[in-house]
């Protein structure tokens, strides 16, 4: 795997590179313009043929999107996760569907529930889980789910549950603040 | 004859409640072959009942309320055409010469009717079921009119009346006995007719929602029902006459078409349903071919 | 065609003349779920204590602490109420809980026709389901999302301790805090347990998170003795701790040892801003831990603050009466240094006389007296006044001063308390052969449990039931206490048996010193006839409502010298209050008049 | 006389999400010729809950209830990964016999999974008795995790750290009473349903699928293997103790709808050889290692993908920490994401519409899974 | 041509019988209870187990059915995301009265886990009435059972009206329903 990674490190520039907490394992990143070439390279030159996953992770306090690619080779036995970081003001990549077909879900999901646009995906402004849905992409970090449950769904009893047990007590014990 | 209305209309209760009784009946043994308990015999009277005082909230062409009607009538036309009892005046009904043609009519029209109602309430699924019920009905004709017009032409007669009397003296003067081929042609496509797995392609709920009477409900769903139940039990009464020799009283008729309702009962539970194209292939392959063979035997006698 | 394919289903016939497997429920009986089932809540209402922990572990909010009956220490009063329309019957909160006293019954059938019956307080409400309690979810010793084992201290071993007065307690290592401070739940019950109120779940959580500097500096928000805190405190929080019920509770006074110990120069880290001066001034008498926190917190607040101690070093009695092995010198100078260097005025060896404090009287705007018990109580028996006997707290004195203390090869203590404890411990590290004489039983001790174990390390013994009799020459220069057993008497109506003498019989001891134990009283010589005749005692301490404030205007008291607790932070937490009712009294918000 | 266009003969419909032959809430638009279809398209969104949303904003081990509700009738799965993903970014070593116990679970739940997905392919060609056997023995493997977990469903029984509770005494012979039990069924179930002709008829040839897609599209599980792909994560990827036992990964070369029926009517018989396996071997000791407090758990940051063979192949969890008490994104692979899209667009052209919902058991496509 | 919808543009009118007649005919709506096979949530896990051999509802004469027209009880089995409740409130319209609706599992009665989730309805009671409720996540066979239990006996005295309640506060819930459900046209993919 170490050979794999200098044979790529060769040919494309390697952000970052990191081995997994276990054996099979390695974590990529790699410069969002030559995402591309390198899954291109890696499926066809690697036998990395396998796309398990398009994930997205919302780094709000960076200001990114984190767009991951995991990958299995069959062959070699290795999950390979690249990753490459957008832009979260500019939501926009290019689509993978040329090389994995089956990315084109993958990608509508995360339009849909990250509003990433990926260029040359057919679908992907089709409606994934979500219908008539009218706010912001909802996975996104500052979307506020249970706010937005509160006011839309209701709650049969409206009191706060949580009950700082902490302050019961320090309220209960401070005998100075007593009149 | 005004007396003939009330036992027709006693015919018709009667014959109702045998054949709810033995839909019920057929449930609890499908329980047992299951491994359970099941309801009781009992259970389709009570959905009847509760079927009858369901309000309907939809409105639907004409054919969709006729539906029903022409289901019933096709039904009650098929048990009150076919006599139950042989020699008896009550129980052998409205039976005449030619009654065969007119049960055989009678029993398309009730599909018929079926159809045009599914085919009137809208709904795409229930849309989609005539076409596969009329081919199946085209499959499932074929052997069976073979059967019937092979024991016409070997009997000579076209009443049923005349059919059970030739059958009379004996259990090999059956029709079972005397030409096997053409009763168990006969036999394959009465599962077919009474829509048994693995003919059931029909009233498939998994692979179109229900069939035929996906938008029916209340007091349509309970004509229906009736109607089926009604017919069910004139299509055993038919097929006793056809094959089994009749029957001379009532315990015998009953026996012979609990037979007949067993045998549906012992196919139907332990089979998945047929695609249409492959139950009409059946259809026109193994039993017309078997039926050919009592034919070709009656034309040369 | 396949003939095999067509006739094999039909032997699926044979299940129809087998008998069904169906279990007739409900109409025929009714079929009890397994033994571990998850099914609806029970709650030990007595066994619980409200912690809360229930509804911190629950994701869903389904659980809601109400009140059921008014707090006490260690119990918030508030109880689980369980929202079965949000619960999702994972158990979590039933292997959370620190008591074990919520569990679930395998019980699980509910219904009803309207929705918001599904509410209810396991252990309060009866819905039904509580009287089949044997079985069900329930607590299983092995696994516990809680860490019930307390990581052991380090400590001397016994017979190196009693060589030298070097420090019995080692302290955590750093792996050894953080791993401990873990383990805490942060229910806040201990809250409920410490006089001064400190915010022990925060800093131990700070603990366990790596941020010594914050956890150092939430301690010192309203406690400015932590090391003294953190080496001998009563520790009265852990005995409220919610992890004690099941396991041990969390060594709250271990960690706040080890935060202090981090650090040797405690003015880089303590963020102690002082506000400017604001003109008034206060006058404190006695530098123990109460006057010290008076001075301190008052002099962030921008009062001018003046502590005179009769003695060379400040700390009062954690300086005077704690033996060094468990507080030694360099500990207490650290602190004082603190508190001195946000510009709190020491003037050691003045004495306050009675002129003196009536000239403090009119110089400052408010006074606070905190000189706490320097004098021990006497036996009341006969040949007490033999100079062979001594007070214990004057033994101790003497020794921390450094002054030479003859006492001898054989040494009696009479008395249960910690300062008896101590007194035998310090006399076994100066070489004598001392023992413990009790009137009651060991249980009945007052000492700390620890303590007293100690004891048993460092071989010394504890003579119980022994009620003293007089005190007479012995031979050789020695002395004689005759003694007499007791038995003990439960009487209706008391919280303890008390011993009574057996008539008839004596015994004695013959020993080199008598160090009497069982108690000490307040000095008040310094204040001014006037004054003592007027301010108003509580049997022998000095009466203060909950602003400290005494009879006499202007004068605020605590400590030792206004609580019958008389422990370190007892006296911290009157220094504490003394300081909210001086800054009120100087603001006007209060006067003698309102009172 | 006029010309009937192509769309002229399409007929569009609709089937799911109230659908009695399709497992799960989902819906598929389907186009007709007369009776063949000529596209799908899949619709989801029945089933949505938000989970990741939901696991964003609770505890590590408040999440566990979330997990196992992801795929509803496979929980174990879900939690086995999700545990396993965090002790591997926590750092944590759980006791032999935990991992054994996990792997029991693991197997119990494959099994019943499979006893359901017989009663589904059978009951969607009509055939009542099927299901209303497999379901109802079914119950008896559900017996025993209710006997072991404390829940029918939802077990929540494997944490970070080992598994919750020890078995209850005398547990493994019940495991292998049922075993027996299973084991003397098999027979029935095979002349019922798996050499029944008429089962076979409807099967054979139907959803033939390219060996070639698999790879393509992604494809895993029974449906690979179908297609001769020794595929199996067990073995490509051996967690828990599964290098310690001793089995073949299960192929057929049919591609076909009665080839995936097959391998998963084999997979069975291997289910209850490696329980049997695992009771035989499995190691005394402890269940459970501490965790750090769970209510202040954080882990530090870092990111992982771990999978577990399900019923239906390759499900995934990629887990992504950043060191605070919660997870940053739990993303969950579904199985049967691609098999319901990807491989459900190019195998439909052609098929008959009785075909239709065979072909979704048959491929088993699990809804909650795909949306969470 | 605007779409006519029946339940909308004539609304149902009260039913009336005599006393007697009404008792028989809830004796036999008690006895025969034909369920929906829609199951909403994870709920529907337990169904497959609750109809089949080991725990067999059909004893009760309760069974399942294919279409909404036929069906007598709605199952909300657990949460109703926001797509499926108008779906379910379709199918609740569909059915014909008179028709009762079980809500399985804390779902139903508060949102259960769901309660913080953008897309899951907490209080399904606010969209279609409910007559019983079982408690449970999910309530195993037999609780659902003794749900249907006490839904034969709700009906058998006469007190399983939420389909009355629905036609009569058609206004209140219509109201609900639309807060949710912004774009009452189902798409051409399902109705």
Same mark, same amino acid.
């Given at each position: 795997?170490?050979?794999?990674?200098?044979?790529?490190?060769?040919?494309?520039?390697?952000?970052?590179?990191?081995?997994?907490?276990?054996?099979?394992?390695?974590?990529?990143?790699?410069?969002?313009?030559?995402?591309?070439?390198?899954?291109?390279?890696?499926?066809?030159?690697?036998?990395?043929?396998?796309?398990?996953?398009?994930?997205?992770?919302?780094?709000?306090?960076?200001?990114?999107?984190?767009?991951?690619?995991?990958?299995?080779?069959?062959?070699?036995?290795?999950?390979?996760?690249?990753?490459?970081?957008?832009?979260?003001?500019?939501?926009?990549?290019?689509?993978?569907?040329?090389?994995?077909?089956?990315?084109?879900?993958?990608?509508?999901?995360?339009?849909?529930?990250?509003?990433?646009?990926?260029?040359?995906?057919?679908?992907?402004?089709?409606?994934?889980?979500?219908?008539?849905?009218?706010?912001?992409?909802?996975?996104?970090?500052?979307?506020?789910?249970?706010?937005?449950?509160?006011?839309?769904?209701?709650?049969?009893?409206?009191?706060?549950?949580?009950?700082?047990?902490?302050?019961?007590?320090?309220?209960?014990?401070?005998?100075?603040?007593?009149? | 004859?005004?007396?003939?209305?009330?036992?027709?209309?006693?015919?018709?209760?009667?014959?109702?409640?045998?054949?709810?009784?033995?839909?019920?009946?057929?449930?609890?043994?499908?329980?047992?072959?299951?491994?359970?308990?099941?309801?009781?015999?009992?259970?389709?009277?009570?959905?009847?009942?509760?079927?009858?005082?369901?309000?309907?909230?939809?409105?639907?062409?004409?054919?969709?309320?006729?539906?029903?009607?022409?289901?019933?009538?096709?039904?009650?036309?098929?048990?009150?055409?076919?006599?139950?009892?042989?020699?008896?005046?009550?129980?052998?009904?409205?039976?005449?010469?030619?009654?065969?043609?007119?049960?055989?009519?009678?029993?398309?029209?009730?599909?018929?009717?079926?159809?045009?109602?599914?085919?009137?309430?809208?709904?795409?699924?229930?849309?989609?079921?005539?076409?596969?019920?009329?081919?199946?009905?085209?499959?499932?004709?074929?052997?069976?009119?073979?059967?019937?017009?092979?024991?016409?032409?070997?009997?000579?007669?076209?009443?049923?009346?005349?059919?059970?009397?030739?059958?009379?003296?004996?259990?090999?003067?059956?029709?079972?006995?005397?030409?096997?081929?053409?009763?168990?042609?006969?036999?394959?496509?009465?599962?077919?007719?009474?829509?048994?797995?693995?003919?059931?392609?029909?009233?498939?709920?998994?692979?179109?929602?229900?069939?035929?009477?996906?938008?029916?409900?209340?007091?349509?769903?309970?004509?229906?029902?009736?109607?089926?139940?009604?017919?069910?039990?004139?299509?055993?009464?038919?097929?006793?006459?056809?094959?089994?020799?009749?029957?001379?009283?009532?315990?015998?008729?009953?026996?012979?078409?609990?037979?007949?309702?067993?045998?549906?009962?012992?196919?139907?539970?332990?089979?998945?349903?047929?695609?249409?194209?492959?139950?009409?292939?059946?259809?026109?392959?193994?039993?017309?071919?078997?039926?050919?063979?009592?034919?070709?035997?009656?034309?040369?006698? | 065609?396949?003939?095999?394919?067509?006739?094999?289903?039909?032997?699926?016939?044979?299940?129809?003349?087998?008998?069904?497997?169906?279990i007739e429920v409900p109409n025929k009986r009714t079929r009890?779920a397994?033994?571990?089932?998850?099914g609806f809540?029970?709650?030990?209402?007595?066994?619980?204590?409200?912690?809360?922990?229930?509804?911190?572990?629950?994701?869903?909010?389904?659980?809601?602490?109400?009140?059921?009956?008014?707090?006490?220490?260690?119990?918030?009063?508030?109880?689980?109420?369980?929202?079965?329309?949000?619960?999702?019957?994972?158990?979590?909160?039933?292997?959370?809980?620190?008591?074990?006293?919520?569990?679930?019954?395998?019980e699980y059938t509910w219904v009803r026709e309207?929705?918001?019956?599904?509410?209810?307080?396991?252990?309060?409400?009866?819905?039904g389901h509580?009287?089949?309690?044997?079985?069900?979810?329930?607590?299983?010793?092995?696994?516990?999302?809680?860490?019930?084992?307390?990581?052991?201290?380090?400590?001397?071993?016994?017979?190196?301790?009693?060589?030298?007065?070097?420090?019995?307690?080692?302290?955590?290592?750093?792996?050894?805090?953080?791993?401990?401070?873990?383990?805490?739940?942060?229910?806040?019950?201990?809250?409920?347990?410490?006089?001064?109120?400190?915010?022990?779940?925060?800093?131990?959580?700070?603990?366990?998170?790596?941020?010594?500097?914050?956890?150092?500096?939430?301690?010192?928000?309203?406690?400015?003795?932590?090391?003294?805190?953190?080496?001998?405190?009563?520790?009265?929080?852990?005995?409220?701790?919610?992890?004690?019920?099941?396991?041990?509770?969390?060594?709250?006074?271990?960690?706040?040892?080890?935060?202090?110990?981090?650090?040797?120069?405690?003015?880089?880290?303590?963020?102690?801003?002082?506000?400017?001066?604001?003109?008034?001034?206060?006058?404190?008498?006695?530098?123990?831990?109460?006057?010290?926190?008076?001075?301190?917190?008052?002099?962030?607040?921008?009062?001018?603050?003046?502590?005179?101690?009769?003695?060379?070093?400040?700390?009062?009695?954690?300086?005077?009466?704690?033996?060094?092995?468990?507080?030694?010198?360099?500990?207490?100078?650290?602190?004082?240094?603190?508190?001195?260097?946000?510009?709190?005025?020491?003037?050691?060896?003045?004495?306050?006389?009675?002129?003196?404090?009536?000239?403090?009287?009119?110089?400052?705007?408010?006074?606070?007296?905190?000189?706490?018990?320097?004098?021990?109580?006497?036996?009341?028996?006969?040949?007490?006044?033999?100079?062979?006997?001594?007070?214990?707290?004057?033994?101790?004195?003497?020794?921390?001063?450094?002054?030479?203390?003859?006492?001898?090869?054989?040494?009696?203590?009479?008395?249960?308390?910690?300062?008896?404890?101590?007194?035998?411990?310090?006399?076994?590290?100066?070489?004598?052969?001392?023992?413990?004489?009790?009137?009651?039983?060991?249980?009945?001790?007052?000492?700390?449990?620890?303590?007293?174990?100690?004891?048993?390390?460092?071989?010394?013994?504890?003579?119980?039931?022994?009620?003293?009799?007089?005190?007479?020459?012995?031979?050789?220069?020695?002395?004689?206490?005759?003694?007499?057993?007791?038995?003990?008497?439960?009487?209706?109506?008391?919280?303890?048996?008390?011993?009574?003498?057996?008539?008839?019989?004596?015994?004695?001891?013959?020993?080199?010193?008598?160090?009497?134990?069982?108690?000490?009283?307040?000095?008040?010589?310094?204040?001014?006839?006037?004054?003592?005749?007027?301010?108003?005692?509580?049997?022998?301490?000095?009466?203060?409502?909950?602003?400290?404030?005494?009879?006499?205007?202007?004068?605020?008291?605590?400590?030792?010298?206004?609580?019958?607790?008389?422990?370190?932070?007892?006296?911290?937490?009157?220094?504490?209050?003394?300081?909210?009712?001086?800054?009120?009294?100087?603001?006007?918000?209060?006067?003698?008049?309102?009172? | 006389?006029?010309?009937?266009?192509?769309?002229?003969?399409?007929?569009?419909?609709?089937?799911?999400?109230?659908?009695?032959?399709?497992?799960?809430?989902?819906?598929?638009?389907?186009?007709?010729? %007369?009776? *063949?279809?000529?596209?799908?398209?899949?619709?989801? @969104?029945?089933?949505?809950?938000?989970? =990741?949303?939901?696991? !964003? &904003?609770?505890?590590?081990?408040?999440?566990?209830?979330?997990?196992?509700?992801?795929?509803?009738?496979?929980?174990?799965?879900?939690?086995?990964?999700?545990?396993?993903?965090?002790?591997?970014?926590?750092?944590?070593?759980?006791?032999?016999?935990?991992?054994?116990?996990?792997?029991?679970?693991?197997?119990?739940?494959?099994?019943?999974?499979?006893?359901?997905?017989?009663?589904?392919?059978?009951?969607?060609?009509?055939?009542?008795?099927?299901?209303?056997?497999?379901?109802?023995?079914?119950?008896?493997?559900?017996?025993?995790?209710?006997?072991?977990?404390? %829940?029918? *469903?939802?077990?929540?029984?494997?944490?970070?750290? @080992?598994?919750?509770?020890?078995?209850? =005494?005398?547990?493994? !012979? &019940?495991?292998?009473?049922?075993?027996?039990?299973?084991?003397?069924?098999?027979?029935?179930?095979?002349?019922?349903?798996?050499?029944?002709?008429?089962?076979?008829?409807?099967?054979?040839?139907?959803?033939?699928?390219?060996?070639?897609?698999?790879?393509?599209?992604?494809?895993?599980?029974?449906?690979?293997?179908?297609?001769?792909?020794?595929?199996?994560?067990?073995?490509?990827?051996?967690?828990?103790?599964?290098?310690?036992?001793?089995?073949?990964?299960?192929?057929?070369?049919?591609?076909?709808?009665?080839?995936?029926?097959?391998?998963?009517?084999?997979?069975?018989?291997?289910?209850?050889?490696?329980?049997?396996?695992?009771?035989?071997?499995?190691?005394?000791?402890?269940?459970?290692?501490?965790?750090?407090?769970?209510?202040?758990?954080?882990?530090?940051?870092?990111?992982?993908?771990?999978?577990?063979?399900?019923?239906?192949?390759?499900?995934?969890?990629?887990?992504?920490?950043?060191?605070?008490?919660?997870?940053?994104?739990?993303?969950?692979?579904?199985?049967?994401?691609?098999?319901?899209?990807?491989?459900?667009?190019?195998?439909?052209?052609?098929?008959?519409?009785?075909?239709?919902?065979?072909?979704?058991?048959?491929?088993?496509?699990?809804?909650?899974?795909?949306?969470? | 041509?605007?779409?006519?919808?029946?339940?909308?543009?004539?609304?149902?009118?009260?039913?009336?019988?005599?006393?007697?007649?009404?008792?028989?005919?809830?004796?036999?709506?008690?006895?025969?209870?034909?369920?929906?096979?829609?199951?909403?949530?994870?709920?529907?896990?337990e169904?497959?187990?609750m109809?089949?051999?080991?725990f067999?509802a059909?004893r009760f004469?309760v069974?399942?059915?294919?279409?909404?027209?036929?069906?007598?009880?709605?199952?909300?089995?657990?949460?109703?995301?926001?797509?499926?409740?108008?779906?379910?409130?379709?199918?609740?319209?569909?059915?014909?009265?008179?028709?009762?609706?079980v809500g399985l599992?804390?779902?139903?009665?508060?949102?259960?886990?769901?309660?913080?989730?953008?897309?899951?309805?907490?209080?399904?009671?606010?969209?279609?009435?409910?007559?019983v409720y079982v408690a449970g996540?999910?309530p195993r066979p037999e609780a659902i059972l003794a749900g249907f239990a006490q839904l034969m006996k709700k009906?058998?005295?006469?007190?399983?009206?939420?389909?009355?309640?629905?036609?009569?506060?058609?206004?209140?819930?219509?109201?609900?329903?639309?807060?949710?459900?912004?774009?009452?046209?189902?798409?051409?993919?399902?109705?």
């Amino acid at each position: 795997m170490e050979d794999l990674i200098k044979r790529l490190e060769s040919i494309f520039k390697i952000v970052e590179k990191k081995r997994g907490k276990r054996d099979n394992l390695w974590i990529l990143e790699v410069e969002k313009d030559s995402l591309h070439a390198v899954l291109s390279y890696l499926k066809d030159n690697e036998s990395f043929r396998h796309l398990a996953l398009i994930s997205c992770v919302d780094w709000i306090e960076n200001n990114k999107f984190q767009l991951s690619y995991i990958l299995w080779s069959y062959q070699k036995r290795q999950n390979l996760i690249v990753k490459i970081f957008i832009d979260r003001d500019k939501p926009e990549f290019k689509t993978v569907l040329n090389l994995f077909p089956q990315a084109e879900i993958y990608e509508r999901e995360i339009r849909e529930l990250y509003g990433v646009t990926f260029e040359g995906n057919p679908t992907q402004f089709e409606d994934f889980v979500l219908e008539d849905w009218e706010e912001m992409p909802p996975m996104r970090r500052d979307f506020d789910t249970l706010k937005y449950s509160q006011e839309k769904y209701g709650d049969r009893d409206s009191e706060v549950l949580k009950t700082n047990i902490r302050k019961i007590i320090s309220d209960y014990t401070d005998e100075w603040r007593r009149k | 004859m005004w007396y003939k209305i009330l036992y027709a209309f006693l015919v018709t209760v009667g014959g109702l409640a045998y054949g709810l009784l033995l839909g019920g009946i057929s449930r609890k043994i499908t329980a047992r072959i299951h491994g359970r308990r099941g309801p009781t015999v009992f259970q389709n009277f009570i959905d009847l009942i509760k079927l009858l005082r369901k309000k309907t909230a939809i409105s639907h062409g004409t054919m969709f309320f006729l539906a029903p009607m022409f289901r019933l009538l096709g039904g009650v036309g098929v048990l009150l055409l076919v006599p139950i009892v042989y020699g008896s005046s009550i129980l052998s009904n409205f039976s005449f010469g030619g009654d065969l043609i007119v049960v055989l009519y009678f029993m398309v029209f009730g599909c018929l009717g079926m159809a045009l109602g599914a085919a009137d309430s809208g709904h795409p699924h229930s849309a989609l079921a005539p076409t596969r019920g009329l081919a199946q009905m085209a499959g499932y004709e074929l052997p069976f009119l073979i059967s019937v017009i092979g024991l016409a032409i070997a009997h000579k007669t076209v009443s049923i009346s005349g059919l059970v009397a030739a059958q009379q003296g004996g259990i090999f003067h059956w029709n079972l006995f005397q030409y096997p081929f053409l009763s168990i042609a006969g036999l394959i496509a009465m599962l077919g007719m009474y829509m048994a797995y693995p003919f059931s392609v029909v009233m498939a709920p998994q692979e179109i929602p229900v069939g035929p009477p996906t938008e029916y409900s209340s007091t349509f769903l309970s004509f229906m029902f009736s109607g089926r139940s009604i017919f069910g039990v004139g299509k055993y009464v038919l097929f006793m006459d056809l094959f089994l020799g009749g029957a001379t009283n009532l315990v015998e008729a009953f026996v012979k078409t609990f037979a007949l309702f067993l045998i549906i009962v012992f196919v139907t539970n332990v089979f998945p349903r047929y695609r249409t194209e492959q139950a009409v292939k059946f259809f026109w392959t193994y039993p017309v071919v078997i039926g050919l063979i009592d034919f070709i035997r009656i034309f040369i006698k | 065609m396949d003939i095999k394919g067509i006739l094999k289903p039909l032997t699926a016939w044979k299940r129809a003349f087998q008998p069904p497997h169906t279990i007739e429920v409900p109409n025929k009986r009714t079929r009890e779920a397994a033994e571990r089932y998850r099914g609806f809540h029970v709650n030990d209402i007595d066994k619980c204590i409200g912690c809360g922990t229930c509804a911190a572990i629950c994701e869903n909010e389904a659980i809601k602490m109400v009140k059921v009956k008014d707090p006490q220490k260690g119990d918030s009063g508030y109880r689980p109420r369980i929202d079965y329309g949000r619960c999702c019957w994972c158990a979590l909160c039933v292997d959370v809980c620190p008591t074990g006293s919520l569990e679930m019954t395998n019980e699980y059938t509910w219904v009803r026709e309207s929705a918001d019956d599904f509410v209810f307080i396991p252990g309060v409400d009866k819905i039904g389901h509580e009287e089949k309690k044997d079985k069900g979810y329930k607590k299983h010793e092995k696994l516990n999302f809680l860490n019930l084992e307390r990581v052991p201290m380090r400590e001397l071993d016994g017979k190196e301790r009693v060589k030298s007065f070097a420090e019995v307690v080692l302290g955590y290592m750093e792996e050894e805090a953080r791993k401990e401070a873990e383990r805490c739940i942060g229910c806040g019950l201990c809250i409920s347990g410490c006089p001064a109120r400190m915010h022990i779940p925060d800093y131990i959580r700070a603990i366990a998170e790596g941020d010594d500097v914050k956890s150092l500096n939430i301690i010192y928000e309203n406690n400015p003795m932590p090391e003294m805190c953190g080496k001998v405190c009563t520790r009265r929080c852990e005995f409220e701790c919610s992890l004690g019920h099941l396991g041990e509770p969390v060594a709250i006074r271990w960690l706040k040892r080890y935060v202090v110990e981090q650090f040797d120069d405690l003015k880089k880290f303590v963020k102690a801003e002082p506000q400017p001066l604001n003109g008034k001034k206060v006058g404190i008498v006695g530098a123990g831990p109460a006057g010290l926190t008076a001075a301190y917190y008052l002099r962030l607040k921008g009062y001018e603050t003046e502590i005179f101690e009769a003695a060379p070093k400040a700390g009062g009695m954690t300086f005077l009466g704690i033996p060094k092995y468990r507080f030694p010198i360099p500990s207490l100078d650290k602190q004082v240094e603190l508190i001195e260097s946000v510009g709190v005025k020491i003037h050691y060896n003045s004495p306050v006389t009675p002129d003196k404090f009536e000239k403090m009287l009119k110089e400052y705007d408010a006074v606070f007296i905190a000189t706490g018990l320097p004098k021990g109580m006497s036996m009341r028996i006969e040949g007490e006044d033999h100079p062979q006997v001594i007070y214990a707290i004057d033994f101790l004195r003497k020794v921390n001063l450094g002054e030479k203390v003859e006492i001898g090869k054989d040494v009696v203590v009479v008395g249960g308390g910690n300062v008896a404890i101590d007194a035998v411990r310090v006399a076994k590290r100066l070489g004598a052969n001392s023992f413990i004489a009790y009137r009651r039983r060991v249980v009945d001790m007052p000492a700390d449990e620890e303590e007293i174990e100690a004891t048993e390390h460092e071989g010394i013994p504890i003579y119980t039931q022994i009620i003293p009799l007089r005190v007479e020459d012995g031979p050789d220069g020695k002395v004689k206490l005759i003694y007499g057993k007791a038995k003990m008497v439960q009487k209706e109506g008391e919280r303890r048996p008390r011993p009574v003498l057996i008539e008839g019989e004596e015994y004695e001891y013959v020993v080199d010193r008598i160090i009497v134990a069982i108690g000490q009283q307040p000095e008040l010589s310094y204040l001014p006839e006037e004054i003592k005749n007027k301010i108003e005692m509580n049997r022998r301490l000095i009466k203060v409502n909950e602003r400290q404030m005494t009879s006499i205007e202007k004068v605020f008291a605590g400590g030792d010298l206004t609580n019958w607790t008389a422990d370190a932070i007892s006296a911290i937490a009157d220094g504490m209050r003394a300081v909210k009712g001086i800054e009120m009294f100087l603001n006007g918000e209060l006067s003698w008049e309102k009172k | 006389m006029k010309k009937f266009s192509k769309e002229d003969r399409e007929v569009k419909l609709f089937v799911g999400p109230q659908h009695p032959g399709v497992t799960g809430n989902m819906s598929f638009e389907i186009t007709l010729e %007369g009776d *063949i279809l000529t596209s799908v398209k899949t619709h989801v @969104g029945y089933l949505h809950r938000a989970f =990741e949303k939901l696991m !964003e &904003r609770r505890l590590f081990i408040q999440n566990f209830p979330l997990v196992c509700r992801i795929c509803v009738p496979e929980s174990d799965t879900n939690e086995e990964n999700y545990a396993r993903a965090l002790e591997e970014l926590a750092g944590i070593e759980i006791p032999e016999r935990a991992k054994w116990i996990r792997t029991l679970v693991l197997e119990l739940s494959r099994l019943q999974m499979f006893m359901r997905w017989i009663g589904g392919i059978a009951g969607t060609m009509g055939l009542g008795t099927a299901p209303q056997w497999s379901v109802g023995d079914r119950d008896y493997i559900l017996d025993l995790f209710e006997e072991l977990t404390g %829940g029918r *469903i939802y077990h929540i029984y494997i944490l970070p750290g @080992g598994v919750r509770r020890d078995l209850p =005494e005398g547990f493994e !012979e &019940r495991v292998l009473k049922v075993m027996d039990y299973l084991e003397k069924k098999l027979p029935d179930y095979d002349a019922l349903i798996f050499e029944n002709a008429v089962f076979k008829k409807r099967l054979k040839g139907i959803a033939k699928i390219d060996p070639s897609w698999v790879e393509e599209i992604g494809v895993t599980g029974p449906v690979a293997r179908a297609c001769g792909f020794p595929f199996d994560v067990r073995k490509e990827q051996p967690y828990e103790v599964y290098d310690k036992l001793d089995f073949e990964i299960i192929t057929e070369t049919g591609c076909d709808l009665y080839a995936m029926a097959m391998v998963r009517r084999r997979e069975i018989e291997l289910s209850i050889k490696l329980i049997r396996q695992i009771i035989d071997r499995m190691p005394k000791g402890d269940v459970w290692t501490h965790l750090p407090n769970v209510l202040y758990w954080k882990i530090p940051a870092g990111e992982t993908y771990v999978k577990t063979e399900a019923t239906r192949g390759e499900f995934g969890y990629y887990v992504v920490t950043d060191g605070s008490d919660k997870p940053r994104r739990v993303h969950v692979r579904g199985v049967s994401t691609p098999h319901a899209y990807t491989l459900l667009e190019r195998l439909v052209p052609g098929m008959n519409i009785s075909d239709f919902s065979v072909a979704i058991v048959g491929l088993q496509t699990c809804p909650p899974e795909i949306e969470r | 041509m605007k779409e006519k919808d029946y339940f909308l543009d004539d609304r149902p009118k009260k039913l009336s019988y005599s006393e007697v007649w009404e008792k028989f005919f809830n004796w036999a709506r008690a006895q025969s209870l034909w369920v929906i096979a829609y199951g909403t949530g994870c709920g529907s896990i337990e169904i497959p187990p609750m109809v089949t051999s080991r725990f067999d509802a059909e004893r009760f004469g309760v069974s399942t059915v294919g279409t909404p027209r036929q069906a007598d009880v709605l199952i909300i089995s657990g949460y109703l995301a926001v797509k499926t409740l108008k779906r379910v409130i379709r199918v609740y319209e569909q059915m014909q009265s008179p028709k009762y609706v079980v809500g399985l599992g804390a779902c139903t009665v508060n949102g259960g886990m769901y309660y913080d989730s953008y897309n899951t309805v907490n209080l399904v009671d606010l969209y279609i009435p409910i007559d019983v409720y079982v408690a449970g996540c999910m309530p195993r066979p037999e609780a659902i059972l003794a749900g249907f239990a006490q839904l034969m006996k709700k009906i058998k005295e006469g007190r399983a009206d939420g389909w009355k309640q629905y036609i009569d506060n058609l206004d209140k819930y219509r109201k609900n329903q639309e807060k949710i459900i912004k774009n009452w046209k189902i798409p051409n993919y399902n109705w």
